[in-house]
């Protein structure tokens, strides 16, 4: 069955894409012409036009929930706030007439390329505006959560906070930058002029060919194994002589032991193996 789903909204969702959008007959057209789940076909990415991404298996390794080995998961600090300014460094680039209009943004309200910006690396005539790469924003976005991490925490935990959850948020933190890095959004944001300000300000609505998600929700809901609790799942063994894997050093966190056994405890099965 395909993920993609552009002529029909989701329950209760207006459509997608509108019929009589600039962008709705490309879209139908790559809907029945392309590979949905090929990543070398990305659709509204103009910046695929003029580079070929190079595509590598990389292993996201989840490490300890008290470790500090991952630089996405370490405290503030020089080093830290280096890692992060570089994958957040959000570079201004040039489009084209042809690849703003693909985005579906209006060229008689998005900013040109300022004929000053000559000589910075810029190709300007008047065919040219600038924009930024959407996956560098949303990277930036999350760094912004990062430093930010604490203030809701009254709000959610009024009787005080588990010593257990900033390592539990630097753990989902480390894995969202991966999958950001790994399969970065390529769509360009371009700049408009707008009423009532000045300087330009970036347009973040973004036209993008996405995976009907309410799709996916209902697909799990159709197969989802009811009726079962945390105790069923909790009274699960193993089969007698069933091999069993090495534990993670995250199973020894959540099951309570102090970073002290924990390490003690990796440390053995690294000398010695299984017990």
């Known amino acids: 069955?395909?993920?993609?789903?552009?002529?029909?909204?989701?329950?209760?969702?207006?459509?997608?894409?509108?019929?009589?959008?600039?962008?709705?007959?490309?879209?139908?057209?790559?809907?029945?012409?392309?590979?949905?789940?090929?990543?070398?076909?990305?659709?509204?990415?103009?910046?695929?036009?003029?580079?070929?991404?190079?595509?590598?298996?990389?292993?996201?390794?989840?490490?300890p929930l008290e470790s500090n080995e991952s630089i996405w998961r370490q405290s503030p600090s020089d080093a830290v706030d280096r890692a992060w300014g570089r994958i957040t460094d959000v570079a201004m680039l040039e489009i084209t007439r042809e690849q703003l209009l693909k985005l579906g943004k209006d060229p008689e309200t998005s900013v040109h390329t300022p004929p000053s910006w000559i000589g910075n690396n810029s190709k300007y005539d008047d065919d040219r505006?600038?924009?930024?790469?959407?996956?560098?924003?949303?990277?930036?976005?999350?760094?912004?959560?990062?430093?930010?991490?604490?203030?809701?925490?009254?709000?959610?935990?009024?009787?005080?906070?588990?010593?257990?959850?900033?390592?539990?948020?630097?753990?989902?933190?480390?894995?969202?930058?991966?999958?950001?890095?790994?399969?970065?959004?390529?769509?360009?944001?371009?700049?408009?002029?707008?009423?009532?300000?000045?300087?330009p300000f970036p347009d973040f609505d973004i036209m993008r060919k996405c995976v009907d998600f309410e799709q996916i929700l209902d697909?799990?809901?159709?197969?989802?194994?009811?009726?079962?609790?945390?105790?069923?799942?909790?009274?699960?063994?193993?089969?007698?002589?069933m091999p069993r894997r090495t534990a993670p050093v995250m199973y020894d966190e959540i099951l309570g032991h102090t970073w002290d056994e924990v390490l003690d405890s990796a440390e053995r099965h690294m000398r010695f193996g299984d017990d």
């Open 1 to 63: 069955m395909p993920l993609m789903n552009w002529k029909k909204a989701s329950k209760g969702q207006q459509p997608l894409v509108p019929e009589g959008h600039p962008q709705y007959e490309k879209l139908a057209h790559d809907e029945a012409t392309s590979d949905d789940h090929n990543p070398d076909r990305m659709i509204l990415a103009p910046a695929l036009e003029s580079m070929t991404p190079r595509w590598a298996p990389q292993l996201s390794a989840q490490h």
């Open 129 to 199: 505006y600038i924009a930024i790469i959407d996956g560098m924003h949303l990277l930036h976005c999350l760094n912004s959560m990062r430093k930010s991490l604490y203030h809701n925490y009254q709000h959610y935990f009024p009787d005080g906070y588990p010593s257990s959850y900033g390592a539990h948020l630097s753990h989902c933190q480390e894995t969202l930058t991966h999958w950001l890095m790994c399969q970065p959004s390529m769509e360009f944001v371009s700049f408009g002029w707008y009423q009532k300000r000045e300087p």
């Open 219 to 241: 697909w799990q809901n159709e197969h989802r194994l009811e009726g079962l609790t945390k105790p069923m799942f909790d009274a699960l063994r193993p089969p007698d002589g």
